[in-house]
């Protein structure tokens, strides 16, 4: 007689290995649908995906047979049930070709302990773009929930997740690691709220990355409308996706810069993306004021801008002060809370072994 077992696989596409504007191509565009699929992979029992502007991330259980099964035919099962894995992955997305050709290399791929001690790490916001990024907590409860509703979360995903969201709010609580998050993004919009104001106005937002997604984060929580661009249209609109606001040409930004109230500038560019030279002739008419933001870094936007008629131009560390202090603060939390995590892992390890593969009817 053979017994039965399982392992915790993960597979995932996050911020750490892909650009931001990129990770749209990974995601799924109907979340029962790709439930539907997975669901049908030979071995695969249990299900979670948890899917946000910042990851794309799948958790499986995988039955194992062991006994009378030999080893190789064991490990050539493994391997099947990933390239399938890989290949539902890609059925259900809208990659370009070179995505597929390179997806075996794009995709990060980890199994058992290293599941557990990634999913405390990501309960505790240790993994988050902002380190201790509350709403992770809520993203992985509505994921769950919705696995639920797709009839492929069962006990072993359950007694996993459970356990690592009680410890990750206990490590939360204890280290205050999530406490008081200021993000570049939020002090941005705070300062342009006290100078200028933000409602009604025509507000544009330059980048698709980090930097900008925290910009572009801060605007919708506060239901702010604005336009976002790149140097390329198609980062710019995969961005917008995952993020909100409308994709503009960056040449039709340009041309009608002065139809813009606010501009935050949020690039990773090692030149000046908004220069005096381009601007000159558009601007030099405008008759309302404008705010422009830079919280590159380096700096995007030449200085000579700010003689623009109206023009109020702020850099990053004018504004920053506050966010690095808030930073540093939890940056020093980190050990603490890496500490814990290591003690907690094994116990979790233990509690998976004593529990069984439940299939899905």
């Known amino acids: 007689m053979s017994n039965k077992n399982f392992e915790i696989i993960n597979a995932?596409?996050?911020?750490?290995?892909?650009?931001?504007?990129?990770?749209?191509?990974?995601?799924?565009?109907?979340?029962?649908?790709?439930?539907?699929?997975?669901?049908?992979?030979?071995?695969?029992?249990?299900?979670?995906?948890?899917?946000?502007?910042?990851?794309?991330?799948?958790?499986?259980?995988?039955?194992?047979?062991?006994?009378?099964?030999?080893?190789?035919?064991?490990?050539?099962?493994?391997?099947?049930?990933?390239?399938?894995?890989?290949?539902?992955?890609?059925?259900?997305?809208?990659?370009?070709?070179?995505?597929v050709d390179h997806f075996d290399q794009t995709l990060e791929v980890y199994k058992n302990t290293d599941v557990y001690l990634h999913l405390l790490r990501l309960a505790t916001g240790l993994d988050s773009i902002i380190v201790g990024r509350k709403e992770i907590l809520d993203e992985i409860k509505d994921s769950i929930s919705s696995a639920k509703q797709a009839q492929v979360f069962g006990k072993i995903l359950d007694k996993l997740f459970e356990s690592s969201i009680r410890i990750g709010t206990k490590i939360r609580d204890s280290t205050g690691i999530g406490k008081e998050i200021i993000s570049i993004g939020d002090i941005a919009i705070k300062t342009t709220e006290e100078k200028t104001g933000i409602g009604?106005?025509?507000?544009?937002?330059?980048?698709?990355?980090?930097?900008?997604?925290?910009?572009?984060?801060s605007l919708n929580q506060k239901n702010y409308a604005f336009d976002v661009t790149s140097r390329i249209i198609e980062r710019a609109t995969s961005f917008s996706k995952l993020l909100g606001g409308t994709p503009l040409k960056f040449e039709d930004v340009l041309a009608g810069f002065d139809k813009f109230d606010i501009i935050f500038v949020a690039t990773t560019a090692d030149y000046f993306v908004i220069n005096y030279d381009i601007l000159r002739i558009i601007m030099e008419n405008k008759k309302k004021g404008t705010l422009l933001i830079d919280v590159s870094d380096p700096r995007a936007v030449d200085e000579k801008v700010s003689k623009f008629p109206g023009m109020k131009l702020m850099f990053r560390d004018q504004i920053s002060e506050l966010v690095e202090e808030n930073e540093q603060t939890r940056m020093n939390k980190i050990p603490d809370v890496e500490k814990m995590i290591s003690k907690e892992v094994p116990i979790i390890e233990a509690l998976m072994k004593r529990l069984d593969p439940e299939l899905i009817a």
Not at 50 to 63: C, G, L, P, W
Request: glycine residues 6%.
């Open 12 to 99: 995932r596409v996050t911020f750490k290995n892909m650009p931001i504007h990129k990770i749209e191509k990974f995601s799924f565009k109907d979340i029962t649908l790709a439930y539907e699929a997975f669901k049908k992979i030979s071995n695969v029992s249990e299900c979670l995906i948890i899917q946000n502007a910042f990851r794309v991330e799948v958790f499986f259980v995988v039955n194992l047979e062991t006994g009378e099964i030999p080893d190789v035919r064991r490990t050539e099962g493994k391997t099947l049930t990933l390239n399938k894995i890989e290949e539902t992955w890609e059925s259900l997305t809208e990659l370009g070709v070179h995505d």
């Open 200 to 217: 009604g106005k025509h507000v544009l937002l330059i980048g698709t990355g980090e930097t900008a997604a925290m910009v572009a984060k």
